[in-house]
């Protein structure tokens, strides 16, 4: 069963998961599907048709644009910007006011495990690769590979991170394109720009208590 707060918005034809929460003053709206377990966080905007998967965070006041796509365990912080229009005009060439035919609306792809920085804008259309780090304040203009360390504006890759979130470091001593986790111990391979995973080790510590 979901939870729904008495002054969140949420449209009768919009589908929550099971264990979903959302929040006060929280908008969703028609057609919107979220996965289970997912939290919608005081004040943020969930667009017509967007799809979230299981295990979701949106936090307070962050605006999920249509036609948005986020995976499973993405973490959106707060007054993070999810943008669908490239090239924004209230009005045409002739000063008339646009309506919603009068423009095509582009999404924002964020994949499995991504975490967006607070009051972070993504300027559709882009792709954010699966875990990987966008910098509070950071604006992506580009598309994201999988856990690449995202930051400044325009956003540039400044390093990589891995499933814990952690900053990578070389390994010491080895090949300059190896990496490691100093939370995990994963490691990973640099390959032409992007990162793939060739071994992982549990999470040694505790999980903390989750936030509701």
């Known amino acids: 069963m979901s939870f729904i707060a008495e002054t969140a918005d949420v449209s009768d034809r919009a589908r929550l998961g099971d264990g979903t929460k959302v929040w006060h003053l929280a908008q969703v709206r028609e057609d919107a599907v979220l996965g289970t377990d997912c939290i919608v966080g005081r004040g943020a905007y969930i667009g017509t048709g967007v799809t ?44 008339s006011l646009k309506s919603a035919d009068d423009w095509t609306p582009v999404g924002v792809t964020i994949e499995d495990g991504a975490s967006i920085g607070a009051r972070a804008v993504c300027v559709a259309p882009v792709t954010i690769g699966q875990w990987a780090t966008v910098a509070a304040g950071a604006v992506v203009t580009k598309d994201v590979p999988a856990f690449a360390l995202m930051a400044g504006v325009p956003a540039k890759r400044i390093g990589w991170v891995g499933r814990a979130g952690h900053p990578l470091r070389q390994n010491d001593g080895g090949d300059p394109l190896s990496w490691v986790c100093p939370e995990t111990g994963a490691t990973y391979i640099e390959e032409g720009g992007t990162l793939r995973e060739t071994g992982s080790v549990g999470d040694r510590r505790a999980p903390a208590n989750e936030e509701s």
């Not at 249509?66 to 707060?78: D, K, N, S």
């Open 52 to 95: 979230i998967g299981d295990n979701t965070k949106i936090q307070n006041y962050a605006l999920v644009y249509e036609p948005a796509r986020l995976g499973r365990g993405v973490f959106i912080g707060p007054a993070v910007v999810l943008t669908n229009d490239t090239y924004p005009r209230s009005v045409g060439p002739d000063g």
